[in-house]
């Protein structure tokens, strides 16, 4: 599979994931690093792109905004069961107490300290990246969960099982966007590195837009970029093609 061609125009809206695509993949979600020139990239191209540029992620918008401080972007959290505007507005979807799920998961996490059970806005997560060999024990726990909510939905990551709200996903975040200011009218490229960013290629492909897997692995994106320091080479690239030549000291206009 091909890398992507640079865009050809500033009239496009750029849509990215986090974790694994803007920044490596941590054994914890709080390790996670960001290099340090990252936010002031993503500046740019925001500034280049009139704003038409917003973080799509599986983590709650407050964690996004701490990893690109002081950047605050256009952001859709938690698969897109919350959205900050362009303008600033605030956009959540409803979703269920799960304080009575909370015990059984808790519990499998005590007795196995690899795991990791992470609640956000309205979602749980439960990782298993340090203790890869429980990956069956905490989908069954999970879809044991499930039964007790009917409002959400099991979704399957990196080493990960998620319970979301049924109405989020990454797909319908991008669509929600693009209804809006400045994003309306732009040709859509979404870049993202797991299974739970299908639905956004897909989305993006349907709209005519360019769908982007960083990252090994099956996906219905039609390119592909190697990790995320490809990716960060890319939009360098991508941002010097947009804003065109620029006039050398001593040189004319």
């Known amino acids: 599979m091909q890398a992507p061609p640079l865009p050809a125009t500033p009239r496009i809206a750029l849509f990215l994931d986090f974790d694994g695509t803007l920044a490596d993949i941590a054994p914890r979600p709080e390790a996670v690093v960001v290099a340090e020139d990252v936010p002031a990239r993503l500046q740019a191209l925001a500034a280049t792109l009139d704003g038409a540029l917003a973080a799509v992620s599986g983590r709650p918008i407050a964690e996004i905004d701490h990893f690109l401080h002081?950047?605050?972007?256009?952001a859709a959290g938690v698969h897109g069961a919350e959205r900050r505007d362009a303008a600033g507005g605030w956009h959540r979807l409803p979703v269920p107490d799960l304080d009575a799920v909370l015990g059984p998961l808790q519990a499998l996490c005590a007795a196995h300290p690899g795991l990791l059970l992470e609640r956000k806005t309205g979602a749980l997560a439960l990782h298993y990246r340090l203790a890869p060999q429980l990956e069956a024990a905490?989908?069954?726990?999970?879809?044991?969960?499930?039964?007790?909510?009917p409002d959400m939905a099991l979704m399957r990551g990196k080493q990960v099982v998620e319970l979301k709200p049924r109405a989020a996903g990454k797909g319908n975040a991008v669509r929600a966007f693009l209804a809006e200011a400045p994003f309306q009218g732009r040709q859509p490229w979404f870049f993202g590195d797991d299974v739970t960013d299908e639905a956004g290629f897909e989305a993006v492909q349907a709209l005519g837009g360019v769908a982007v897997k960083v990252g090994p692995g099956p996906t219905c994106?039609?390119?592909?970029?190697?990790?995320?320091?490809?990716?960060?080479r890319?939009?360098?690239?991508?941002?010097?093609?947009l804003q065109g030549p620029t006039s050398q000291p001593g040189g004319e206009g």
């Open 70 to 74: 002081p950047l605050h972007l256009p």
């Open 138 to 149: 905490c989908l069954t726990a999970m879809e044991a969960a499930l039964r007790q909510l």
């Open 221 to 232: 994106a039609g390119f592909r970029i190697s990790d995320p320091a490809a990716l960060q």
């Open 234 to 241: 890319w939009l360098q690239t991508a941002l010097q093609a």
